[in-house]
C-alpha cells in the first residue's frame, strides 16, 4: 500500500484520474467528493477519501478554477459612501447573512464600494476584465448604471430589491409594501388618527413600496390619505431630524410617525423630544428595520422586522445557481428570480 504523500509516476503531483483508480470509481465521483456534494453515498466517500489520503492527493483549485474559466471570487458591490456602510445596520447584517453562506463554500467575498464616479468608473474597468463570477448589489438606486453594466458584461448577478416593478436581474426583497401597511394598522388599531410617514429615498424601488403601503394601510381603515403629512428622508438620522421638524412646523396636531428606517426613527425622536413631545403618550413612533438601533432606544422601538441576514442568504443562493446555470437568466422564471420574504411587526413601547 501506498504511503501518505507519494508522488504520482516521476515525481508528479498525483491526479484526479490516479485517484479515482485507486477507489475504483470514475473522475466526476471523485470530483464529487473533494467539492462536498452531498449527492454521494458515504461507502463512496470513504473510498474516495482513502485514496486521497494515501496518494496524497492535493485538489489544485486555482487550476480547476482556470479550467472552468472561474475565479472564485464574488464581489458584494455597495453604491454608497463607506461612510453610511458602517453607519447602517442594514449593510453589517446583510453582509452577515452573505458571509455565512458563503462560508459554506470555496468562494471568496470581496467587498467593493462604489460611491464616487472614480470608483464607479474603477469598478467597471475591473468588472470588464471578468476578475469575478458573479456580483451582489445592495441599496441600489433606480438610476443606478451598474446593473445594466453587469447585463451587458454577461456576469451572473443578484440585486437587494430591485429597481422598479420591471427589474430584470435576479433579486431579492423583503416585502416593503406589506410592511408599511402593517405599521400603519397597528398605529390605526392604537388609537392614532394623525399618522404622519418619513419616507426613505425615493429613488430607492423598496422606499417607494413602503410608502405605497402607508396609504394603502390609511385607504383600507376609510382614511384620507394627507399629503402633508409624508416627509421625504434620505435614510439618514440627520434626514430623520430634518423631516420630523418639517411635519411638525407644518402639521403640529400629529399623533404618530412611521419612519422609513430605525436610523430615521432614532433622528425623529431627538425632534419630538426638544419640541417637548412624549413618546408614545403624545406622539407614537414606529420605525422599519428592527436593527439593534431599535431594541436600545429609549423607549425601545416597535419596529417593521426585514429578514436582512436571511436575504443576504437567499441573494447567495440564486447568485450561485445563476453561476452554476448556463441559460441566461431572462430565460429563467420570474418566480425563482425575484424572492420576496415576509416582513413582521415587533411591537415595543415607543407605540
Not at 473533494?34 to 485514496?51: D, F, H, L, M
Not at 392614532?192 to 410617514?197: E, G, N
Amino acid at each position: 500500500m501506498a504511503s501518505h504523500g507519494t508522488r504520482g509516476r516521476g515525481g508528479r503531483r498525483p491526479t484526479l484520474e490516479e485517484v479515482a483508480a485507486r477507489a475504483g470509481v470514475g473522475r466526476g465521483t471523485v470530483s464529487r467528493v473533494i467539492n462536498g456534494s452531498p449527492r454521494v453515498s458515504e461507502a463512496t466517500r470513504a473510498a474516495v477519501e482513502a485514496a486521497v489520503e494515501e496518494l496524497g492527493y492535493v485538489p489544485n483549485n486555482a487550476a480547476r478554477a482556470l479550467a472552468a474559466n472561474r475565479t472564485d471570487a464574488i464581489a458584494l458591490v455597495v453604491p454608497e459612501p463607506e461612510t453610511r456602510f458602517f453607519a447602517e445596520p442594514y449593510f453589517s447584517d446583510m453582509l452577515r447573512g452573505v458571509g455565512a453562506e458563503l462560508s459554506e463554500t470555496e468562494m471568496q467575498l470581496l467587498l467593493i464600494f462604489a460611491g464616487s464616479d472614480r470608483e464607479r468608473r474603477r469598478l467597471a474597468e475591473y468588472l470588464a476584465a471578468h476578475r469575478v463570477d458573479g456580483v451582489l448589489l445592495v441599496s441600489v438606486h433606480a438610476d443606478d448604471p451598474l446593473p445594466d453594466l453587469l447585463g451587458q458584461l454577461e456576469i451572473p448577478a443578484v440585486i437587494s430589491g430591485p429597481r422598479s416593478s420591471a427589474e430584470t436581474l435576479t433579486s431579492v426583497d423583503s416585502d416593503n409594501f406589506g410592511g408599511g401597511r402593517q405599521a400603519v394598522e397597528h398605529l390605526l388599531a392604537r388609537g392614532r388618527r394623525t399618522v404622519a410617514h418619513i419616507t426613505g429615498r425615493l429613488d430607492v424601488y423598496g422606499a417607494q413600496r413602503r410608502v405605497d403601503g402607508y396609504r394603502e394601510g390609511l385607504r383600507a381603515a376609510g382614511h384620507v390619505v394627507d399629503e402633508r403629512l409624508i416627509e421625504p428622508g434620505d435614510f439618514t438620522e440627520e434626514g430623520g431630524r430634518r423631516a420630523m421638524t418639517r411635519l411638525l412646523e407644518r402639521c403640529p396636531e400629529l399623533d404618530a410617525v412611521f419612519a422609513g428606517s430605525d436610523v430615521m426613527a432614532s433622528g425623529a425622536r431627538q425632534v419630538l423630544r426638544e419640541a417637548g413631545r412624549r413618546i408614545p403618550d403624545d406622539v407614537a413612533l414606529v420605525g422599519y428595520d428592527d436593527s439593534a438601533i431599535a431594541r436600545h432606544m429609549d423607549p425601545p422601538l416597535t419596529s417593521v422586522r426585514q429578514p436582512i441576514e436571511e436575504m443576504g442568504r437567499a441573494m447567495i443562493e440564486l447568485l450561485l445557481n445563476d453561476i452554476a446555470d448556463s441559460r441566461p437568466a431572462v430565460s429563467r422564471d420570474l418566480e425563482r428570480r425575484h424572492a420576496v420574504l415576509p416582513t413582521q411587526l415587533v411591537h415595543r413601547t415607543s407605540s
